[in-house]
């Protein structure tokens, strides 16, 4: 599963393709622009005129008549922004537009591989496609407290009104984000929106170019069997170093994965290796923590208990709550959440 030539070759290409893109939109808004404003045009060719003879100055060594030809680019840089603004655009509009800022869609910095060029790698080895797809329905901008019941149990706080705690937190986690410095654990029974926060998060993180692999617990048990019992294929190596090595390792449901007696053991390594290597890990599970006890470890246990941070989830089942929704049966349900539930 390591990435292969023709696997490489595609995400080269990708950018090939994203610059090619960003050069037409460039294209495209110089034209734009230069059509409804003749006066940018003729900015431009003074522009391209005074630095040609500025370069001429130079190589002359007459410095004197280099700075002078310098100030009145200056000034022309300056009446051209004047002029994009006074015609709605946005200052940078005729430069090219670009989805990575740190690489401008080269995919290096400084001859080293950029973050996006690294995602790109683990979203290729991962299959995690059909995760970004999810991604674009599930994040924080669609995020809704709507289906968090407002009733509080007697005297206690309500599902919506800790959910909206949760969410806060959730949003800090990311804001503060640093690979190592925190650790968080989901834990609330199915339903509950786990798998949804978990998918904001990602979001989220991605999008500050921070890696983020996304697995299911079984997919990241059978990552660590094959490691250990040396089933990988050549390449494989690379699979595994992102395992422990990714920013962010999001595991899925801890609990559903089939069990067998390496489990525990390979769970512990897993979580201690990525604690070693300042990397962080967040895990959702319908688990209890003394079921966690039961299925794992001691040690697996109260490694979470230190050093995770605890998110609870609950409320009445909220998949249940959407189902009868579509199906037109949750009047009542959505009177009561009518009033400003997002
Ligand atoms: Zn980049």
């Known amino acids: 599963m390591g990435l292969t030539n023709p696997q490489y070759d595609r995400i080269r290409r990708e950018y090939d393709k994203k610059q090619l893109e960003n050069r037409t939109a460039q294209e495209a808004h110089i034209r734009e622009a230069y059509s409804r404003l003749p006066r940018l045009r003729e900015m431009e060719e003074t522009t391209a005129d005074l630095s040609y003879q500025r370069a001429e100055r130079l190589l002359a060594g007459d410095t004197k008549a280099a700075d002078k030809l310098a100030r009145q680019l200056q000034e022309l840089r300056e009446g051209k922004q004047v002029l994009l603004a006074s015609a709605g655009y946005p200052p940078d509009y005729l430069e090219m537009p670009c989805h990575c800022p740190l690489c401008r869609d080269t995919g290096y910095v400084n001859g080293k591989k950029c973050r996006c060029f690294e995602q790109a790698i683990v979203d290729m080895l991962f299959s995690q496609h059909p995760i970004h797809e999810k991604l674009e329905r599930e994040n924080f901008s669609t995020f809704s407290l709507e289906y968090y019941d407002r009733e509080a149990p007697s005297g206690g706080e309500s599902p919506y009104e800790h959910m909206q705690q949760v969410l806060l937190q959730s949003r800090r986690f990311v804001d503060t984000f ?3 410095k925190e650790n968080l654990l989901l834990m609330g029974s199915a339903g509950t929106g786990k798998t949804f926060l978990s998918n904001c998060i990602a979001d989220a993180l991605m999008k500050k170019g921070i890696s983020v692999i996304y697995l299911s617990a079984n997919q990241l048990f059978e ?10 294929e050549a390449g494989q190596e690379e699979y595994y170093h992102w395992v422990l090595d990714s920013d962010l390792l999001i595991v899925d449901d801890l609990g559903t994965e089939l069990n067998n007696s390496l489990v525990s053991s390979e769970l512990f390594f897993c979580l201690n290796e990525r604690e070693l290597r300042r990397r962080s890990t967040m895990i959702s599970t319908n688990l209890t923590m003394n079921q966690i006890r039961a299925s794992y ?3 697996v246990a109260s490694r ?3 050093n995770y941070r605890l998110l609870r989830l609950y409320n009445s089942d909220i998949r249940l709550k959407k189902r009868e929704e579509r199906l037109g049966l949750a009047a009542n349900t959505k009177d009561r959440n009518d009033d400003g539930g997002r």
Do not use: F, I, N, Q
Request: proline share 5%; charged share 35%.
């Open 223 to 232: 990552a660590l069997a094959d490691h250990a019992y040396s089933r990988e």
């Open 178 to 180: 640093e690979p190592g």
């Open 297 to 299: 470890s001691e040690r």
């Open 304 to 306: 979470l208990m230190e």
